[in-house]
């Protein structure tokens, strides 16, 4: 047989590719079977970790997936909390070594995050130059989410002393992303739940708001009593009460606690079940110490320390002998319209804010009622309403109206002065608006002999 020529070429196979050809196409599959498994790691990953709702949990199983993916020794998760990056997971590093990591020698790594969206992937012996550690290799991706980046997770030294490449940042990129998708779902859902705890909370304090206030059908006999009451949120922090007394006399209290919301309403509802509670047992108690008491009852816990308090006027009507004692405790002045004489007296005495100075002693004035005369009580609702241009309804304005309107049956006075100041507010910001409560009474019969004179008094 003759021996085959040497042409130089590798002998072809039956497929018509060399030998090496082959070598490399083989090589190639095999490659491309790698990638392949490593997107069906990641998208297995991502299932695990998407079906995980304990962010913590998660946190700790993409910290395991990520040292296994790019065969990472030590690393470290480190989230956003208010401007800072804090750790979160660490495992086999001390999460401190974030300041002494840098990707380039006057570049540390924590300004290099914060000046850029990119990922380092940087192989030296100068990533940690001041540091202890033995860093040669680093790996650090941001945390992604819509709302920019919430975080960093950072990889160090691969096993066996070799050196990270761009298929395990890709890798870790990959993680990430639904690290990324993890925390947002994680904030929205607390978001969610914080909602549905609110709208609970809400729900909670409207009943008991709704138990507390008597509503708008306020009788008692020889007087005509309108009202009109709207809270500036779900539920609203203002309060007022018609509280029966014997020999014909009635408490009237209207009150404003400081602050909106729930925790006003809560605090309102304690207000009025404390006065109700102390005139059941002490029908004849004085105003002033029904202002004294329940300042003491609430400075002892109930808002003392949550730096509320409420402003409150007492009224205490006597229809056998015509006269009206009250107690103002830093409230808007009642108006005592007087038909005799077609004028108003500011019913202001008393004291100052309700709910925060412990053993405060309050003033109480004194004055006469006869048939016709009304007793208009806001909050502060009215008073401070403010327009377009931040100019506010005032005080001054509410005795005008209260003066021009004093024909008018109590509940159309009350409905028509809502009326004028939404029309007066139109226009003026959200923040502006505050509870809002209007009270008049009438004094329509009197049952007794009137009492001469009056006047405030101590």
């Not at 309403?265 to 006065?275: K, Q, R, T, Y």
Request: glycine share 10%; charged share 25%; hydrophobic share 40%.
């Amino acid at each position: 047989m003759k021996a085959e020529a040497n042409t130089g070429y590798s002998i072809a196979t039956d497929s018509g590719r060399s030998r090496d050809e082959q070598d490399q196409l083989f090589q190639m599959r095999l490659e491309l079977e790698g990638q392949k498994q490593r997107l069906k790691d990641i998208e297995t990953m991502g299932a695990i970790i998407a079906s995980i709702m304990d962010i913590d949990k998660v946190m700790t199983v993409v910290m395991e997936m990520s040292l296994r993916a790019v065969s990472g020794e030590v690393g470290a998760i480190f989230l956003e909390e208010d401007g800072e990056l804090l750790t979160k997971i660490a495992w086999g590093m001390d999460g401190a070594l974030l300041a002494e990591l840098y990707v380039a020698p006057d570049n540390p790594l924590i300004e290099a995050y914060r000046n850029s969206d990119e990922s380092f992937l940087i192989n030296s012996a100068t990533i940690a130059p001041n540091s202890r550690a033995n860093v040669t290799s680093m790996l650090a991706v941001p945390i992604r989410s819509h709302e920019g980046k919430s975080g960093l997770v950072v990889i160090l030294n691969k096993e066996r002393g070799e050196i990270f490449d761009n298929s395990d940042k890709e890798t870790l990129e990959s993680l990430n992303h639904f690290l990324g998708v993890a925390l947002e779902n994680s904030r929205l859902l607390s978001e969610a739940l914080k909602k549905q705890q609110m709208e609970q909370d809400l729900s909670i304090a409207r009943e008991v708001q709704a138990t507390i206030l008597p509503g708008t059908a306020l009788e008692h006999p020889g007087v005509d009593i309108g009202v009109v009451y709207a809270s500036a949120r779900e539920v609203g922090g203002d309060f007022y009460e018609i509280i029966p007394l014997p020999d014909r006399q009635f408490v009237v209290i209207l009150g404003d606690v400081s602050s909106k919301g729930v925790g006003s309403a809560l605090v309102m509802s304690a207000c009025a079940g404390i006065i109700k509670s102390l005139l059941r047992y002490e029908p004849q108690m004085s105003v002033a110490e029904l202002a004294g008491r329940l300042n003491d009852t609430l400075s002892e816990g109930i808002i003392k320390d949550r730096a509320m308090f409420a402003t409150i006027w007492f009224g205490k009507f006597d229809l056998e002998v015509g006269t009206l004692t009250y107690c103002n405790g830093g409230h808007v002045p009642a108006l005592h319209y007087k038909k005799t004489d077609d004028s108003i007296d500011e019913l202001a005495l008393g004291g100052t804010i309700v709910g925060q100075f412990e053993g405060l002693k309050f003033k109480e004035g004194q004055l006469t009622v006869k048939e016709g005369d009304t007793v208009t009580i806001v909050s502060d609702g009215v008073t401070e309403s403010e327009d377009r241009a931040g100019k506010l309804f005032g005080r001054e304005r509410t005795r005008e109206y209260v003066m021009k309107h004093s024909s008018d049956s109590p509940q159309k006075f009350c409905d028509s002065l809502q009326s004028s100041i939404t029309e007066f507010a139109q226009g003026s910001g959200e923040e502006s608006h505050d509870d809002f409560t209007v009270l008049q009474i009438r004094v329509n019969q009197l049952f007794g002999k009137n009492v001469s004179g009056g006047g405030d008094g101590l």
